[in-house]
């Protein structure tokens, strides 16, 4: 590296890691080069094509890294004028708008339509579902947000808090019976995560499974006074 030889570097990098796996060292020394690499290549794009909607896309990434939100904003609006159909752009913007300290009504509508101008980009993206299923959640729209959560979880099957907010949804909604199977699959995914067996013990409660109920309530009970998701939360009581 120091020679300018990155291409050697990169192939005795591979050569190392290849007859020393998990060695520490060669892991040390990896990480290292491969950040110079990195730093090397934005730097190569900065000077090269800083116009180029990869360079636009680089200033972004490391703006919102910084939480320069509207900076970066601006910087993905940019890649969308040269390139209206990029992937993951409009994803991008919806979520800079939430990420906002209070986020206007204004904001999430935005963010919405950006969400849905990503699904029409990349209709496979369980994300932009998720974070629609958020926005109706939020606005009470229970059977909007069901929509939503069912959709991410088809997409990724890995995906448990799209699990979490179609079952919560159907508990919403008085749907018990329907919220176990998601539910159930959330639980699987993310067993330490206490809002989800806390729903799970709802829906098996009041579908009359009294005992599976008291399983998953001494469980969310449990995971709370560990920590695992800080101090339980008014709602997160047991009701009579």
Known sequence: ??????????????????????????????????SDLANRAAADLAMTAPQSAEGHELHAESLETNGKWDEAAKEYR????????????????????????????????????????????????????????????????????????????????SF?????????????????SEAIPPLQAAVKLQSGNPAAHYLLAIAYSRSGRKEDGDREFAIQQKLTQKGA?????????RPN
């Open 160 to 176: 448990g808090d799209a699990y979490v907010g179609w079952g919560g949804s159907l508990v919403s909604l008085k749907k018990f």
């Open 78 to 157: 940019l890649v969308l004028e040269q390139n209206p159909h990029a992937p993951g752009i409009h994803f991008r913007l919806g979520r800079l708008l939430l990420s906002k300290s209070n986020p206007s009504p204004a904001d999430a509508e935005e963010a919405k339509k950006e969400m849905q101008a990503e699904i029409e980009i990349d209709p496979s993206n369980a994300g932009p579902e998720y974070v629609l299923g958020e926005l109706a959640k939020q606005s009470q729209q229970w059977d909007e947000a069901i929509q939503h959560f069912s959709h991410a979880a088809k997409l990724d099957a």
């Open 229 to 237: 998701a800080g101090e339980p939360t008014e709602s997160q009581q």
């Open 1 to 34: 590296m120091f020679d300018g030889q990155p291409d050697a570097a990169n192939e005795f990098l591979l050569f190392l890691n290849r007859e020393f796996p998990h060695d520490p060292e060669v892991l040390y020394v990896s990480v290292h080069t491969y």
